[in-house]
């Protein structure tokens, strides 16, 4: 595996240098301390597997992330960073980073992150996947679902909800059932909810209307 070690301290790149020597299959091809290097490296040398870290001093992390995956499109980035917060982890992941390590992690930790990335799979140290977890579980409650729908089909789901068929809802609204019809298959849709007793319970679990309406 070839590996890019980019961190803008000279230190920090001759340690992870060190300590990937010891390892049979990895070879580090080539060093950055800022990201236009990593950029003009990745270009070059198209390493398997950049290791990057965030703070850099001409290119916020997410920035440089997306520059590496630009010039070379197979070289997978992996995070070395101590930071584990969702403002940098967020950012990070949607510029295209594949793993996230912590500093101060292992050696067996970054090399099994080093295999996991250039294998296609992701890795990140425990308090960064919490965090992902976390994230996850939020996408999918009513709460988050909720804000897909627009304000208007936000109050047709409401009085479907409540018992209104599409021509009662048309006229509270001052719109044409044909235009309600349209609002009730969109959310549906975005909700993959195609049956009235379901959009009852998502509703009243949204906080929309009270279970005793």
Do not use: C
């Not at 965090?131 to 009085?159: C, G, M, N």
Request: proline share 4%; no cysteine; charged share 25%.
């Amino acid at each position: 595996m070839r590996i890019l070690l980019v961190d803008d301290h000279t230190i920090v790149r001759q340690g992870l240098l060190a300590l990937l020597s010891t390892e049979a299959d990895v070879a580090v091809v080539g060093e950055a301390g800022s990201a236009a290097e990593a950029i003009d490296l990745a270009r070059d040398l198209r390493p398997d597997v950049a290791v990057m870290d965030l703070s850099l001093p001409d290119r916020s992390g997410p920035d440089a992330i997306a520059g590496v995956r630009a010039a070379s499109p197979q070289t997978q980035v992996l995070v070395l960073s101590m930071h584990d917060s969702e403002d940098y982890v967020r950012p990070a992941l949607r510029a295209g980073a594949r793993g996230y390590l912590v500093k101060g992690s292992g050696l067996q930790d970054l090399v099994a992150a080093i295999r996991a990335v250039f294998h296609g799979h992701a890795f990140f140290s425990p308090a960064v996947a919490a965090l992902l977890v976390h994230d996850a579980r939020d996408a999918q409650s009513p709460e988050a679902k909720l804000r897909l729908l627009s304000a208007r089909e936000q109050e047709v789901l409401r009085w479907v909800a409540l018992g209104k068929t599409s021509g009662d809802i048309g006229e509270l609204l001052g719109i044409s059932s044909k235009t309600v019809e349209a609002h009730r298959a969109n959310l549906a849709g975005k909700l993959g909810l195609h049956d009235v007793p379901a959009l009852v319970r998502f509703a009243i679990r949204a906080g929309l209307i009270s279970a005793d309406a």
